[in-house]
């Protein structure tokens, strides 16, 4: 695996409270990525970063927010979480080639 | 955003080759086709990538159209731990952040 780690890997809150994701790399790559996976839909981009503070948003962008205070870590937030958040969300780093490096995920349940 | 179609599912024997083919009709000259494969519950996996050339590795081999709309993965010899979902994906341009735009993919499920 190309050094990826995610924390939490299972977390399960309440509707309404935030959640920090987060995402960790040792390749120092600059490009990361968050994802996120529901049944019938494969994986959708939330936001990406190209650098230190360098984000922008993706597909399924809102409510969610992302920052990047360092090239290894690039975290995601959910300020209010909510039933629809429920869902598999992975991180990914891109190598020299643009192939992209996925975490192992983490399994967010929102009651 | 060039879009590709895949068939939903497929089956292949152990030890036989799995052709999996993919349209992207309306790929730009400057895009990649990019495979990964994801196996069940796990992040997807790099599989191999190019632009116009036929390019293998030590996963697989990818087969492009001379006109580009169309390639096929090749797994040489299937195993039983090559069932996964295939998703074959063109690559937007990277000054748009290389973004990869994941489709629902083809189902391979190999069967001793």
């Known amino acids: 695996d190309a050094g990826i780690t995610q924390s939490p890997r299972h977390k399960v809150t309440e509707t309404g409270t935030p959640v920090t994701l987060r995402c960790h790399q040792t390749e120092n790559h600059r490009y990361m990525y968050w994802y996120r996976q529901d049944p019938g839909h494969g994986l959708r981009l939330i936001h990406y970063s190209y650098g230190v503070k360098d984000t922008d948003k993706g597909e399924v962008s809102d409510g969610y927010s992302v920052s990047r205070s360092k090239t290894e870590d690039f975290l995601l937030t959910l300020e209010s979480a909510t039933s629809s958040q429920t869902s598999v969300y992975f991180c990914a780093i891109s190598g020299q080639y643009n192939e992209q490096f996925f975490g192992p995920g983490t399994r967010l349940t929102v009651l | ?112």
């Open chain 2, 1 to 112: 955003d060039a879009k590709t179609t895949q068939p939903p599912s497929m089956d292949c024997a152990e030890g036989r080759a799995a052709n999996l083919p993919c349209n992207h009709s309306t790929i730009s000259g400057n895009e990649y086709v990019y495979w990964y494969r994801q196996i069940h519950s796990q992040g997807p996996q790099y599989i191999i990538h190019g632009l116009k050339n036929n390019e293998t590795n030590e996963m697989a081999s990818l087969i492009i159209t001379e006109d580009r709309k169309s390639s096929t993965l090749i797994l040489p010899h299937a195993t039983l731990r090559d069932t996964a979902v295939y998703y074959c994906i063109v690559r937007v341009p990277y000054n748009q952040g290389g973004k990869l735009i994941f489709g629902q993919g083809t189902e391979l499920s190999v069967k001793p």
